[in-house]
């Protein structure tokens, strides 16, 4: 079945570390993006990418990285410089960015603070 | 002008009852409209969506009502049923731009 796959699904991060967050769509999505989810704040967007070795900040860009370097792939690091690490994070794909059209979401990756 | 208000934040409804959430949007440049249905643990999926061309779209007992002129729009959920308790998100987008509300946390009570 096509989808996205999100892993891992629980994840735990020390001071001082950097964690990466992988994101694979094997539904041949141009754009993939990602998202942070706190209580009652819904989708912030992180970043977003339209196509492969290019990607976009979204509004809350600051402590975090990414990389686009497969068509399938979209990992995300959230570093040291992330003072609140600890949410909920969605990675989401669509056809392409540039016409509406709804996007597909993996089932998370929750990250907590050791 | 990019804000999606929703609301309620949170909902109750009795099985076999109406469900209601409303949300409204600033920027008329928006051309679709989807709601997403979010259970705990997972992530959103797309429920139903509409482009500001229709006043109405129904999908079984889903319903999205749509006023073009108030900037609004809504999901009905008729004959709600327990399955239905879940986290509804509205969204609005245009383009490579897409903006979320905050979520309507959504019970139903057997």
Redesign the interface.
């Known amino acids: 079945d096509g989808g ?1 796959t ?1 892993s891992p699904k629980y994840l735990f991060r020390k001071e001082g570390q950097n964690v990466t967050l992988s994101c694979e769509q094997n539904l041949n999505h141009d754009a993939m993006y990602w998202y942070r989810q706190d209580p ?4 912030r967007l992180i970043y977003y990418s ?1 196509i492969v070795n290019d990607f976009q900040k979204g509004d809350i860009a600051e402590g975090y990285s990414v990389s686009r370097e497969k068509k399938e792939s979209f990992p995300l690091t959230v570093t040291s410089a992330q003072k609140n690490p600890t949410a909920f994070y ?1 990675c ?1 794909s669509s056809i392409d ?12 990756t929750r990250l907590s603070i050791l | 002008q990019q804000q999606v208000k929703q609301s309620p934040q949170s909902l109750i409804v009795q099985k076999g009852g109406i469900s209601i959430i409303n949300c409204a949007y600033e920027n008329t440049a928006f051309d679709y409209f989807p709601w997403y249905q979010q259970f705990p643990g997972k992530g959103p999926a797309l429920l139903i969506a509409i482009r500001p061309d229709v006043s109405e779209k129904k999908e079984g007992r889903f319903t999205i009502s749509f006023n073009k002129s108030a900037k609004q729009f809504s999901l009905h959920i008729m004959d709600s049923q327990p399955g239905d308790s879940a986290t509804y998100f509205c969204a609005a987008s245009k383009d490579d731009k897409i903006i979320f509300g905050k979520g309507t946390r959504l019970h139903i009570l057997p």
Do not use: E, S, T, V
């Not at chain 1, 009652?40 to 989708?43: I, M, N, R, T, V």
């Not at chain 1, 960015?97 to 998370?108: N, S, T, V, Y």
């Open positions: 996205i999100q009652g704040q819904g989708l339209q969605l989401a960015r540039a016409a509406p059209q709804p996007q597909h979401f993996g089932d998370g």
